[in-house]
T-cell receptor, first 111, second 121 residues
Framework: QKEVEQNSGPLSVPEGAIASLNCTYSDRGSQSFFWYRQYSGKSPELIMSIYSNGDKEDGRFTAQLNKASQYVSLLIRDSQPSDSATYLCAVHSNSGYALNFGKGTSLLVTP | GAVVSQHPSWVICKSGTSVKIECRSLDFQATTMFWYRQFPKQSLMLMATSNEGSKATYEQGVEKDKFLINHASLTLSTLTVTSAHPEDSSFYIC?????????????????FGEGSWLTVV
């Protein structure tokens, strides 16, 4: 069973702070890693994708990947109340097309 | 606009009846579509891979006779929940990817439908 693990939270941070979201995966053959944001009752929307070890920055978001530790994280700088949502980590292995999702971390940014 | 469209967005049905959910790719031909199910506060769980012109591939634990998938055209896959029961109440989401891409696939080209809320009463 290929696992993607996330702390379900909720993670509460004050507005303007950095939110740090973590994810581990079990399949060493995984090649692509994604962070999705999902608002309640809505479909997930892509925030970041990362394929190589290291950091990838896009605006207020930074994804970090460490394949040796099988760990991927998402940092959200200058967190805003509108960032409050569930963040899903998804992993794509080399053995199929479908994404394997974690349970998601609920983030609450308080004004 | 939406690249992958689902219909209906929400549906309520009586226990024991069947309900059909449609997933359409609007801008591309999708030989493969994926059906996920999400219970409250849970992850998206892959139910099945829908292949155009052939039988769907179901994940372990998903009853193929209960969740009928038909991918009769390159732009339409349907999921029919037969003899629905309250425990089937969930959020059903489809996804699709345009053909002709190489692995690793870009996240920007994995399109999700808007999702369909099913409530069985």
């Amino acid at each position: 069973q290929k696992e993607v693990e996330q702390n379900s939270g909720p993670l509460s941070v004050p507005e303007g702070a950095i939110a740090s979201l973590n994810c581990t995966y079990s399949d060493r053959g995984s090649q692509s890693f994604f962070w999705y944001r999902q608002y309640s009752g809505k479909s997930p929307e892509l925030i970041m994708s990362i394929y190589s070890n290291g950091d990838k920055e896009d605006g207020r978001f930074t994804a970090q990947l460490n394949k040796a530790s099988q760990y991927v994280s998402l940092l959200i700088r200058d967190s805003q109340p509108s960032d409050s949502a569930t963040y899903l980590c998804a992993v794509h292995s080399n053995s199929g097309y479908a994404l394997n999702f974690g349970k998601g971390t609920s983030l609450l940014v308080t004004p | 606009g939406a690249v992958v469209s689902q219909h209906p967005s929400w549906v309520i049905c009586k226990s024991g009846t069947s309900v059909k959910i449609e997933c359409r790719s609007l801008d591309f031909q999708a030989t493969t579509m994926f059906w996920y199910r999400q219970f409250p506060k849970q992850s998206l769980m892959l139910m099945a891979t829908s292949n155009e012109g052939s039988k769907a591939t179901y994940e372990q634990g998903v009853e193929k006779d209960k969740f009928l998938i038909n991918h009769a055209s390159l732009t339409l896959s349907t999921l029919t929940v037969t003899s629905a029961h309250p425990e089937d109440s969930s959020f059903y989401i489809c996804s699709a990817r345009p053909p002709g891409q190489t692995f690793p696939y870009s996240g920007n080209t994995i399109y999700f439908g808007e999702g369909s809320w099913l409530t069985v009463v």
